[in-house]
Every structure is written in structure tokens, then in C-alpha cells.
């Protein structure tokens, strides 16, 4: 009995200390020169969009963090994510014109999309491998959002319920605490 133990963990280990080490190519890792040095280009990562709404708030410690509220590609519902946006972080308008991660503001309506791998926390957390504007979101608006999320308790996930111009320069925006199980609150805001 002690003999086929032996012989069976003998054959383990050989197995298992013989076996090869592959990458996602198929290359076997430490090979020779002819495998290529890991890149950080984004562009190689499948990414998935993920999550369509507005932004919340804006950090930059170190990397820019950017809380949305919105609703998921592939389901409905609201939901809160905190993307962190890298320096191969993709930003651009849905028109297809470049930015700049510093150009992105709260209040803007965007889509962020990701490479599938979130936490699971309240809010959930996320590298943001592209970020989208919407390109036909009017600036007063933008505005409107970013002004009555000022007037609201800070750090809190608020969602963008409805914006309505009440007049040429007055906005009404309903935010919704995700955090709360309440009645969205109305703010207006003059501009």
C-alpha cells in the first residue's frame, strides 16, 4: 500500500515539476529571443463597454478616478463604478476626436468601457481602458449637473434622474442618492 502511495506521488511530482509554463500566445515563457516583451497598449486588451451614465466626481491622486452613475450595457438598473484612469487610458468624444483625461468634467455624460473585471464593492471599482463623451451633450447641462451635485451631500453616488431647462440660463435636476431609499431630491440651479 506504502509502495503505491509512493509510486503514485513520485509521479505526480514528475509531472508536475516537468510540465511547461505557457503564456496566452502559446509560447513557452523564458524562451529565447524571438518572444515579444509585454506591452501596456490598450489596444491589445479586449475591452467591453460597461457602464453608460454620468460623472459623479473626478479624484486625481496619483491616477485620475472617475466615479459614474448609469446603467450597464447589458442590463438595467442603475449602478455606481470608480474607474481608474491609466496613462494608456483612451479618451475620446463620440464624434471620434481625441482627448485629454483633464478635459473629462463632472456632469458629462460618457461610456466607459473596461476589460470585464470589476470588484465587487458599493461602488464597484474599475480600470477604464476607454472613456467616451457624448459629443451632442449640451455644456449647459454639463454645468447644470456639476452645480446641483455641489449643493448635495459630497461623496455620495448620486444618479442623474432628469435635467429640465426651466429657463434660458435655469436648470432642474433630479438626483437620486444610490445609497438611500428615498424620493429623488430637485435642484435648481441658475447658470
Given at each position: 500500500?506504502?509502495?503505491?502511495?509512493?509510486?503514485?506521488?513520485?509521479?505526480?511530482?514528475?509531472?508536475?515539476?516537468?510540465?511547461?509554463?505557457?503564456?496566452?500566445?502559446?509560447?513557452?515563457?523564458?524562451?529565447?529571443?524571438?518572444?515579444?516583451?509585454?506591452?501596456?497598449?490598450?489596444?491589445?486588451?479586449?475591452?467591453?463597454?460597461?457602464?453608460?451614465?454620468?460623472?459623479?466626481?473626478?479624484?486625481?491622486?496619483?491616477?485620475?478616478?472617475?466615479?459614474?452613475?448609469?446603467?450597464?450595457?447589458?442590463?438595467?438598473?442603475?449602478?455606481?463604478?470608480?474607474?481608474?484612469?491609466e496613462e494608456g487610458t483612451k479618451v475620446e468624444n463620440t464624434d471620434g476626436k481625441g482627448m485629454e483625461a483633464a478635459d473629462l468634467k463632472v456632469g458629462m455624460k460618457v461610456t466607459v468601457w473596461n476589460t470585464?473585471?470589476?470588484?465587487?464593492?458599493?461602488?464597484?471599482?474599475?480600470?477604464?481602458?476607454?472613456?467616451?463623451?457624448?459629443?451632442?451633450?449640451?455644456?449647459?447641462?454639463?454645468?447644470?449637473?456639476?452645480?446641483?451635485?455641489?449643493?448635495?451631500?459630497?461623496?455620495?453616488?448620486?444618479?442623474?434622474?432628469?435635467?429640465?431647462?426651466?429657463?434660458?440660463?435655469?436648470?432642474?435636476?433630479?438626483?437620486?442618492?444610490?445609497?438611500?431609499?428615498?424620493?429623488?431630491?430637485?435642484?435648481?440651479?441658475?447658470?
Amino acid at each position: 500500500m506504502k509502495l503505491k502511495f509512493f509510486a503514485m506521488l513520485s509521479c505526480f511530482l514528475l509531472l508536475f515539476g516537468c510540465g511547461t509554463a505557457n503564456d496566452n500566445d502559446g509560447n513557452q515563457n523564458g524562451t529565447g529571443s524571438d518572444t515579444a516583451p509585454p506591452t501596456d497598449n490598450t489596444e491589445d486588451e479586449e475591452a467591453v463597454e460597461d457602464l453608460t451614465g454620468h460623472i459623479i466626481s473626478i479624484s486625481n491622486e496619483g491616477n485620475m478616478r472617475i466615479l459614474v452613475t448609469g446603467s450597464h450595457a447589458n442590463s438595467s438598473g442603475v449602478s455606481a463604478t470608480m474607474y481608474t484612469l491609466e496613462e494608456g487610458t483612451k479618451v475620446e468624444n463620440t464624434d471620434g476626436k481625441g482627448m485629454e483625461a483633464a478635459d473629462l468634467k463632472v456632469g458629462m455624460k460618457v461610456t466607459v468601457w473596461n476589460t470585464g473585471i470589476v470588484a465587487e464593492s458599493f461602488p464597484a471599482q474599475s480600470g477604464a481602458l476607454k472613456v467616451v463623451v457624448d459629443a451632442g451633450q449640451d455644456g449647459n447641462e454639463q454645468a447644470a449637473i456639476e452645480k446641483a451635485l455641489g449643493e448635495v451631500k459630497a461623496g455620495d453616488p448620486w444618479h442623474v434622474e432628469a435635467v429640465e431647462k426651466v429657463e434660458d440660463s435655469k436648470y432642474k435636476v433630479a438626483l437620486k442618492n444610490l445609497l438611500e431609499d428615498s424620493e429623488p431630491v430637485e435642484v435648481e440651479v441658475q447658470l
